[in-house]
């Protein structure tokens, strides 16, 4: 089957980015997303360290270390673009201005609680960052990643085993093999990759997925 | 006439004391006021509470008090990054309390002791680990978290320009947390890469008022122009 790279997973997500849409990318793999980006679509994005119309890296030897994004990478910013205090910047998420977050996960349930900060590990040293003011504050919570661990297990679950980022707060999860939307009503498949089959699908996640939406190749 | 213009480094932390809790601004090493923080360093100062967003990177600033053992307990969002050595040593050797806290609730909480509140509910982190044993309400059909604001003696800050009244204007994302950290303490020293005549500042674009600010200390920091 054609299962998706990390770029090819990147450039889906992006497809469903509109124009005008007020959009954090997550640390790690979702930072990939603005890449696809077409640059006739204006799209805001946002970082929580306090800035609105993040442009991309600078040239080498250009960095401006006061101008840097969450992952804490030298940015620049739009023609147009602002910047603003911790404060208000996380008022944007809760505060329901965020049209749309993507954020890598551990795990998802299919009623869209979320597990992305903490391996739970007792030797691990904790630490959150904005992942659960972003995971509950935007108006859509995206999620990214491999649908399989390594070790083969689905990351897409009945219920998450790690400690929990957000209750029910994921509404679509994107993954290397299909893309679902999640929440009250349990994982819908909105796409499968080509090749592969509802009964493959079924088998490695191990989930009673709905398929009634019309599934499609992505 | 007010000057709350201070010259030295030194001068500016001559009073933070044993035991002190001390909100230091920055994101990363961005807006984190290296130079007043080596001060306090100096000042041979310990136990004391540290409220940042990170715990320290490298060998500076908050990862230097760290360092020299100065800090009993640190309250922030996200404490483990590549090169926070220093804090996982500390915390490794059970030498160092952490109280994490959702960053969005870090803010809203320095804020809260800033405008004098008495607590706020947060929808941020219920059901999770870090809402564990603390009172949750239900207001109209959602689920709140109880938390309350968190004040502190000192706030140590970076700023772009000041003036004598303690004016501020700050300088692309080193903002972060420097104007709600100024609010919420009882002394707020801003380090400032300039300190320029009163009226200087276009009042329509200041961002913190100087009311919050008592004293502010021309510092000029290495690699950041003092253009733009």
């Known amino acids: ?218 | 006439m007010i000057d709350k213009a201070i010259d030295g480094a030194a001068a500016a932390v001559a009073d933070i004391h044993d035991g002190a809790s001390v909100m230091i601004g920055g994101f990363g090493t961005a807006g984190m006021p290296d130079e007043l923080i080596d001060a306090l360093i100096a000042r041979g100062v310990g136990d004391l509470t540290i409220i940042n967003n990170n715990a320290g990177n490298g060998e500076h600033g908050v990862a230097a008090l760290i360092r020299e053992g100065r800090v009993r307990k640190i309250v922030c969002s996200f404490p483990r990054q590549s090169d926070s050595h220093h804090f996982d040593a500390a915390y490794r050797a059970g030498k160092i309390e952490l109280e994490l806290v959702p960053q969005g609730n870090l803010a809203a909480r320095i804020q809260a002791a800033g405008a004098g509140l008495g607590a706020i509910f947060t929808p941020t982190g219920y059901g999770t680990l870090l809402a564990e044993g603390k009172e949750v309400r239900e207001i109209d059909g959602k689920h709140y978290v109880l938390e309350y604001p968190i004040h502190a003696d000192f706030a140590l800050i970076k700023a772009h320009k000041g003036d004598r009244w303690g004016n501020l204007v700050f300088r692309k994302t080193a903002r972060n947390f420097g104007p709600i950290m100024a609010m919420a303490a009882k002394t707020t020293i801003a380090q400032v890469a300039q300190i320029v005549p009163l009226g200087d500042l276009d009042p329509e674009v200041v961002v913190t008022p100087g009311i919050f600010v008592q004293r502010v200390v021309p510092i000029v920091s290495d690699n950041i122009a003092i253009a733009a």
């Open chain 1, 1 to 218: 089957m054609n299962r998706l790279n990390r770029d090819q997973m990147a450039a889906r997500v992006a497809r469903d980015i509109p124009e005008g849409a007020y959009v954090n990318l997550g640390i790690g793999l979702p930072t990939k997303v603005a890449n696809y980006l077409p640059a006739e679509r204006e799209i805001f994005l946002q970082s929580e360290n306090g800035l609105l119309g993040m442009g991309p890296a600078p040239a080498p030897g250009e960095e401006d270390w006061e101008l840097i994004n969450a992952g804490k990478q030298a940015v620049t910013l739009l023609t147009g673009g602002c910047f603003f205090h911790h404060a208000d910047s996380f008022a944007m998420m809760r505060g329901g201005h965020l049209d749309i977050c993507v954020l890598g996960a551990f795990q998802v349930s299919t009623t869209g609680d979320l597990a992305n900060w903490h391996t739970g590990a007792p030797d691990a040293i904790p630490a959150v960052g904005g992942a659960m003011d972003l995971a509950i504050g935007a108006k859509q919570t995206f999620v990214m990643m491999e649908l399989l661990t390594k070790q083969g297990e689905s990351k897409l679950v009945e219920e998450c085993t790690y400690p929990l980022t957000g209750l029910g707060c994921v509404s679509r999860v994107y993954t290397d093999l299909a893309v679902f939307d999640v929440g009250p009503d349990g994982a819908s498949v909105i796409e499968m990759v080509e090749g592969l089959t509802i009964e493959e699908l079924q088998r490695v996640t191990g989930l009673n997925l709905n398929f009634s939406k019309s599934v499609e190749a992505a």
